[in-house]
């Protein structure tokens, strides 16, 4: 949570600095195949670069990332064909969703699954 209204601009431009990066890496990447992409994939790439890099801050969780996904995508004019943010709202929620299960089952590969047996605990010391 923040303390001060300068803190949140900060954290607002360091948003939009992440959703532009990870829109300029993809066209970088993907140079003439992009427009042919069915739009929730576009925004599924956008939500997987730039969310991992957000994901690591405590107010993470407060913010609605489907809304902003949906605003930044009907702001960047050619790679969604100009559609509104109320257009792209239910394939940004899908992005969104889509971004988070893959983040669970990457957690889940790497640390376990706390509801078996065995799994994601330290091992016991023999005494």
């Known amino acids: 949570q923040y303390q001060s209204d300068e803190e949140v601009q900060h954290a607002k431009k360091r948003i939009r600095a992440k959703f532009r990066q990870a829109a ?14 069915p739009v929730e994939k576009v925004m599924q790439s956008i939500a997987r670069e730039a969310l991992q890099q957000l994901a690591v801050d405590d107010w993470f969780e407060q913010v609605n990332w489907a809304t902003v996904l949906a605003a930044f995508a009907s702001e960047s004019g050619p790679l969604f064909g100009g559609r509104s943010e109320a257009e792209l709202q239910p394939a940004a929620k899908r992005a969104v969703q889509t971004w988070r299960e893959h983040e669970k089952q990457q957690k889940q590969l790497l640390f376990g699954d706390p509801g078996r047996p065995g799994r994601g605990k330290a091992p016991e010391q023999v005494k």
């Open 24 to 37: 300029f890496s993809l066209e970088q990447r993907e140079t003439g195949r992009l427009e042919r992409w």
